[in-house]
Every structure is written in structure tokens, then in C-alpha cells.
């Protein structure tokens, strides 16, 4: 994308510096410096590396694998464990690919982590890469992140120089390099197997699985993907050791992670907690709760991918578990809130067109069901619809779902409809069979 | 996809031209190239203001205001609707997905750099200083 001009200073940080009661990843943050070389070798940067190249590849996954930390880039799997998936090698290219091309809505908080340490999140793309036996890594980082692409090129240069990228980090036998790869605006390329057609230069559709990418990845060889997160939290584990990050959170959700917490809220930002707090502390304390005079309406709690749930469940706590028994999904950690000037089926429609217009075209159910559906919520808002619409609706929701597409964004567009229709219903009932809005009525009063 | 952003910086948008030369350069078929450059958002395929913004509207800044940002960006260029290029050929708007930066909503991205918490004041000011 040629030439770029320095960037303008980042916005104020926006976090849980001084208000998270454990930080592990987030410990540094906001220091001075923290994003040169320099600054992170202060705080015992690439310590943890040079240690791990020292270590059996297969000591380092089983370190992982027993920390029980799970991916953070929403699916939730358990890291160890795919590391595990990758097959011994037989001499030939296996790459690490980090996902970096956050674009689930309400996400932050992989630029968030880039912005304050790229180091962080480099040492443990190098960690994963060594504990793999790959000796290349691939950044792919959505093309929206100016800033972000900038400080991660950066900081691989400021590593070039300083050997610890090249053919022997640390006076290793053991040669590791990192490139990077800009996206071009595809919300489709999270999908781990979309980003590798697009790593490859091709339309970011889905491939079929199996062969897993562990198998069959990047240029049909064994690939190792991560999320940011994910990998800026190794470098932590095996530093302290999974016996001490197994101290936090719940048994089978170990650690602390990251939400990106937005919306109506009175202090927005991205937030380190201990997994298993509710998200009564999350909203009403982190974010500081809602604005004067208003009421929490609504809160997705991962992503808009996550099922939405009304204000009533803000006692759910932040794993995987409890928000899968509320019937939604701790996803990528983006917590968007509404408050009651929030009309449930706007923000239904907004999120359809996005799912909608973010298809890759490659399934049927999707790729129709999706634009179905915008056609029926916009009939709906605009006041003429009738209650054979909500049947409808229903019915293309229910199309959408249950893995009939080759990955999840179908069923992720079906849950947005789903969710808000079952603990919303009077609102899409007065849409769609009195053609009134009662939420309009508390907007006016609101700005009375 | 390199390819094509050397031939977007160069012309401002990709042109079927371009889009020809890339393949010829790569020795790919016209066709797969176009294939490609429709999928991604950032190419664009017709011509746009020297100055783009990039206006999220997803729901974290839509429940921040940005429909309001982004009615009051098209007034302030002179559009009726997103895609249209300002009289002076300067600026043009798309409304964009998320754009990561939740925490800062309403915000867009502008010259190769995010502008957070939006006001009409602030996109005044951002225009008026690329207006010179």
C-alpha cells in the first residue's frame, strides 16, 4: 500500500490499567517505550525464547496443552491441543499463520494488544513456531490496521537487527523468520481455512475440511494456526509455567483474556479479567455502567456472533461454559451493550446486513438465507410486515443454522435472528403486527 | 494482492486496464484477477475521493451515533450518499464494518489512520485541513 506517513499518537488508553485485579498479559501496558525492543527486554523480553529454544519442542506443547489455555479467537479450542494436531515433520516448508484480521464486531482487543507490546506477540509467535518445528510464520493482519501493521513491521525489523530473527537466534541451530501479510476488507478471512486462500493470493472462500490445515494448510502444508491473543499469552505460560496460570479462572476455562467492552456504556475499553467473573463486574463496574438515567437493555457478550441476552443475565459469569448454558458463546470477547433507547429490531437489521454483505458467496443457505432475511427485517421495520413475516423470519433463521454451511457465518447470521426474537419477541411482534415502535417513545423522552 | 495495491496507489482505483496488466505481469488470467479484486472492499473498482472516509457503522459505533456521523460527513463533502466523490474530487465516504477500534466509537479510518470519538466538529476539522 506504498509509502505511509507516521501515524498520529494512538487515542488515550482505554483499559484495565489499575482497575483488573490480575494482569498477566496486560502488566506492562501503557509503560513508555514498551513497544521497542528495548522497553520489552526491560521486563525479562525474549528471556522466555531464548529458555524455550533450549526446551524439547514437545516439553513446550505439553506445557501448553496442561495450562489449559483455549483460543481467543472465538471458537474457543483448546491451544495445546492443536498444537499437538501438527504431524512430525518430514524435512518439507510448515508454517505458522497468526490471525490478526480481527474484524468480528465489537472485537478490539488484538490491536489493542499489538498497539501496546508487539514484542509480546511476536515472542510467542517464535515460541509456537519452535514448539512446532516451523521455521516460518505469516502475520496476516486485516488492511484497516495502519498503525498496528506499522509497529508489528517494526518491531520484526528491530528482531532482524538484533539476530534474534535469522538463521541463528540466541546462537541456536534453529533459523525462524516472521513475514507479514495484509487482508484487503473481508470479514471471511477470520476463518482460519478463508485466511489461507487469501494468504495465497486467491477469493477468501472456506475450504472444506477435512484435511485440516494442520494437515493440509498454507500452500498444502502443515500450518499452525493462532490467534494474537492466543500467542501473546505463551510467552506468560512458559515463563511462570501452566502450574501457576491454572491458578486462575475456572477448571475448564484456565487464565485471564481480554473483552472489549463498547457500547452504552460510561467507560469503554478493553479490559483484562479472570475468566469465570461475572459480567455484572464487567459492565457495571469496568465500564462503568450505564449512562445517567438509562437502563441496560441487551449485551452481546462475544462478538455479534454471540447470542445476545437481555440485562436480566448480566449475572452469566465469563466462561465458556456458563455462557453456553445461557444459550450463547464467549466468542472473541467483544461485549457490546445496549441500553433501553436500543430498538431490538434495528439492531437485528444492522447486523444482518452485515452478515449479509460479508458472505463469501460460497453457500447456498448463507449466501441467500442471509439477504432473505435483511429483506424481511427492513420489510418489518418499515412498517409492512405482518405476522407471516415473523414466521418467516423464523423459518430462514432456522435454515441458516446446524452446520449447513461450510463454516459458521451462516449460523452466526441465524443466532443474531434467533436470539433477539426469543428474548425480545413483544418487539418484533409490535413491529411487524402494529407497526409501532415503543422504543421510539423513550428515545424522545430521553432526549426531552 | 500486493500487485494490485501497487496498481490501486498508482491509479487511485483499479481500472479493468490495470486489472489486465497485473494478470499480465503475473501471468495469471484476466478473469481470476478480477475474480479477486471484486471479492476484497478495499480494492475499489470505481474512482473514489483522494481522501476516503472509512465510516464504521456497525453496531457498536451505530449505538454511538455514527449514522448521524455519517449523514453529517456527506453534508459536510457535498454528497447526497456514500460512494458518491465530492465536486472538488477531494473526499468520499463508505460506511464500513467493524474496524477494531469499538472502545473509540463512533470512528473511521481516514488517510491511513483511525480517528476516534467523532464529533461534527472534528470531521469538520479533518476536512477543513485537507482542504488546505
Known amino acids: 500500500m506504498g509509502k505511509h506517513k507516521a501515524q498520529p499518537p494512538a487515542g488515550p488508553l482505554r483499559g484495565s490499567h489499575g482497575k483488573a485485579r490480575h494482569h498477566l498479559l496486560t502488566e506492562h501496558f501503557g509503560t513508555r517505550d514498551l513497544a521497542t525492543l528495548k522497553g520489552y527486554q526491560r521486563f525479562g523480553g525474549y528471556e522466555t525464547l531464548e529458555k524455550a529454544l533450549g526446551m524439547e519442542p514437545k516439553a513446550l506443547v505439553d506445557e501448553v496443552k496442561s495450562s489449559g489455555l483455549r483460543g481467543r479467537g472465538g471458537a474457543g479450542f483448546a491451544t495445546g491441543v492443536k498444537w499437538g494436531f501438527m504431524p512430525p515433520p518430514d524435512g518439507g516448508p510448515r508454517y505458522v499463520v497468526v490471525n490478526a484480521d480481527e474484524s468480528e464486531p465489537g472485537t478490539s482487543k488484538d490491536r489493542y494488544i499489538i498497539e501496546n507490546s508487539p514484542h509480546m506477540v511476536l515472542e510467542g509467535i517464535l515460541i509456537a513456531a519452535f514448539a512446532v518445528q516451523s521455521h516460518q510464520a505469516w502475520i496476516y493482519i486485516r488492511g484497516e490496521y495502519d498503525r498496528p501493521y506499522q509497529m508489528l513491521s517494526d518491531a520484526i525489523a528491530e528482531l532482524r537487527d538484533a539476530k534474534i530473527l535469522g538463521p541463528r537466534p540466541f546462537g541456536e541451530d534453529y533459523a525462524l523468520d516472521i513475514q507479514m501479510y495484509r487482508g484487503h476488507g473481508a470479514y471471511i478471512c477470520g476463518e482460519e481455512t478463508a485466511l489461507l486462500e487469501s494468504l495465497e493470493g486467491k477469493r477468501a472462500q472456506p475450504r472444506s475440511r477435512p484435511p485440516y490445515p494442520a494437515v493440509k494448510g498454507a500452500w498444502a502444508r502443515p500450518t499452525l494456526l493462532n490467534n494474537i491473543e492466543t500467542l501473546a499469552t505463551v510467552p506468560w505460560i512458559i515463563r511462570h509455567g501452566a502450574a501457576e496460570y491454572v491458578k486462575f479462572g475456572t477448571e475448564k476455562n484456565r487464565g485471564t483474556r481480554l473483552l472489549s467492552v463498547s457500547g452504552h456504556i460510561r467507560t469503554p475499553g478493553v479490559y483484562e479479567i479472570e475468566i469465570g467473573v461475572p459480567f455484572t463486574h464487567v459492565i457495571m463496574e469496568l465500564a462503568g455502567g450505564p449512562f445517567e438515567g438509562r437502563q441496560i437493555k441487551a449485551f452481546w457478550p462475544g462478538g455479534s456472533s454471540a447470542k445476545v441476552l437481555p440485562a436480566s443475565r448480566m449475572d452469566v459469569t465469563t466462561d465458556a461454559e456458563a455462557l453456553a448454558a445461557a444459550d450463547s458463546m464467549a466468542g472473541s470477547g467483544g461485549c457490546m451493550v445496549a441500553d433501553d433507547t436500543t430498538c431490538m429490531v434495528e439492531t437485528t437489521y444492522r447486523l444482518l446486513k452485515f452478515y449479509a454483505y460479508e458472505s463469501c458467496g460460497k453457500c447456498t443457505p448463507c449466501r441467500v438465507g442471509g439477504n432473505w432475511a435483511v429483506r424481511t427485517v427492513a420489510k418489518i421495520l418499515a412498517g409492512e410486515g405482518s405476522r407471516m413475516d415473523l414466521q418467516m423470519l423464523d423459518r430462514i433463521q432456522a435454515g441458516l443454522q446446524d452446520g449447513r454451511c461450510l463454516c459458521g457465518l451462516g449460523d452466526s447470521a441465524g443466532w443474531v435472528v434467533q436470539s433477539a426474537m426469543n428474548h425480545f419477541p413483544e418487539e418484533f411482534e409490535e413491529h411487524a403486527v402494529r407497526h409501532t415502535c415503543s422504543v421510539k417513545r423513550v428515545r424522545a423522552a430521553a432526549s426531552a | ?132
Not at chain 2, 479484486?37 to 451505530?62: D, I
Not at chain 2, 468520499?92 to 480517528?115: I, K, N, Q, W
Open chain 2, 1 to 132: 494482492m500486493p500487485a494490485l495495491d501497487i496498481a490501486q496507489e498508482e491509479v487511485g482505483y483499479l481500472t479493468p486496464e490495470a486489472m489486465t496488466e497485473v494478470a499480465h505481469a503475473l501471468n495469471l488470467d484476466p478473469g481470476y484477477v478480477e475474480g479477486v479484486a471484486t471479492f476484497y472492499s478495499l480494492f475499489h473498482l470505481e474512482p473514489v475521493g483522494k481522501h476516503r472516509l472509512y465510516m464504521c457503522t456497525n453496531l457498536a459505533c451505530m449505538l454511538r451515533g455514527a449514522y448521524d456521523m455519517l449523514a453529517h460527513a456527506n453534508q459536510a463533502i457535498g454528497v447526497s450518499e456514500s460512494g458518491e466523490v465530492s465536486a472538488d474530487g477531494l473526499f468520499s465516504t463508505e460506511e464500513v464494518e467493524c474496524l477494531g477500534a469499538c472502545e473509540y466509537a463512533p470512528m473511521m479510518r481516514l488517510d491511513h489512520a483511525f480517528h476516534y470519538d467523532l464529533t461534527a466538529e472534528k470531521i469538520d476539522a479533518l476536512i477543513g485541513e485537507r482542504r488546505g
